[in-house]
């Protein structure tokens, strides 16, 4: 399969938490599943909560680990190899014992192999798991990071590759990425081919709009803006946008209906205001794959 006929990956994400892009992404998705199938990934695996707007059926669930060393004394020599090589200081030699700290760990094999008595064998370790909801057309894959894990990069990946496995059907895989700028929603968005950011009319908002834009910039995305809560703040950030010429494409009006209807877990779209809201986001992605197809 080619680029041009592999689904076109949507990343939605924010500078900073609250500004609603799980709103976007879930109406987005919903839209698109009501004539033709499409993919939405919950890649913000500390917090997921697209199955509470996604009400549908749960197909599987599947664990996910990762490898960490596991030392075995009977081949250690304690020459310390491991500990000079693990750049994440996940690995301690101490008097006649290695001490390995899995949480630091990042499964990067380097520890066990160069260990030159493969006194580090690798062993799985359980991350989180990958849930398979269906909603009609929508198929929903959300991956949920156990409680006491700290890196949540390795199972954001899991999540993607499933993506690519589960539905090459869909024309749009859409993936709800992690707020803030941190390696998380990096790793949400590296596959992209558009990243839509959504920002709300407000100093805090377009302080954190600007750290994403820089960040997806980084790594040579393509960027459009979605404004929330328009009409509430100022015109700060669609002057930004202006100015360095990031399009905005779509305005979802400051109401407190789509608030309450939002904390309920419902989706909007039958609200015509909203509705067309989620129709001019599709038709500005339908016209960016459409671009992508000719090249």
């Not at 197909?59 to 081949?75: A, E, G, L, M």
């Not at 101490?94 to 160069?114: F, I, R």
Request: charged residues 25%.
């Amino acid at each position: 399969m080619g680029l041009a006929d592999s689904p076109f990956k949507v990343a939605i994400a924010s500078g900073k938490g609250g500004t609603g892009k799980t709103l976007v992404s879930t109406s987005l998705a919903a839209y698109i599943g009501e004539f033709e199938s499409v993919l939405l990934a919950d890649l913000d695996v500390e917090e997921p909560n697209d199955a509470i707007f996604i009400k549908g059926d749960l197909k599987d669930i599947q664990p996910q680990f990762r490898f960490v060393p596991d030392w075995d004394i009977t081949r250690c020599d304690m020459c310390g190899m491991c500990e000079e090589l693990c750049n994440f200081n996940a690995l301690a030699a101490l008097d006649g014992m290695v001490v390995v700290y899995e949480k630091l760990c990042h499964s990067c094999y380097a520890c066990s192999e160069m260990c030159p008595k493969e006194a580090l064998p690798m062993k799985k370790s359980h991350i989180g798991d990958i849930s398979y909801f269906n909603m009609g057309m929508v198929t929903l894959l959300e991956g949920r990071l156990n409680v006491n894990e700290e890196q949540p990069v390795g199972l954001i990946k899991l999540v993607q590759e499933r993506s690519v496995k589960c539905d090459q059907e869909a024309r749009f895989h859409i993936f709800d990425s992690p707020p803030g700028t941190s390696c998380s929603m990096i790793a949400s968005i590296e596959e992209c081919d558009q990243l839509l950011l959504v920002t709300e009319p407000t100093p805090f908002g377009l302080n954190d709009l600007v750290l994403a834009i820089h960040a997806a910039r980084l790594l040579d995305k393509p960027v459009a803006v979605v404004v929330n809560r328009y009409g509430s703040g100022n015109a700060m950030v669609e002057e930004y946008c202006k100015e360095n010429n990031i399009d905005v494409v779509a305005r979802i009006p400051y109401d407190m209906t789509i608030a309450e209807r939002y904390s309920k877990g419902g989706l909007m779209l039958d609200k015509h205001c909203f509705r067309s809201v989620i129709a001019g986001i599709f038709n500005y992605l339908e016209r960016k794959e459409a671009n992508r197809r000719r090249r």
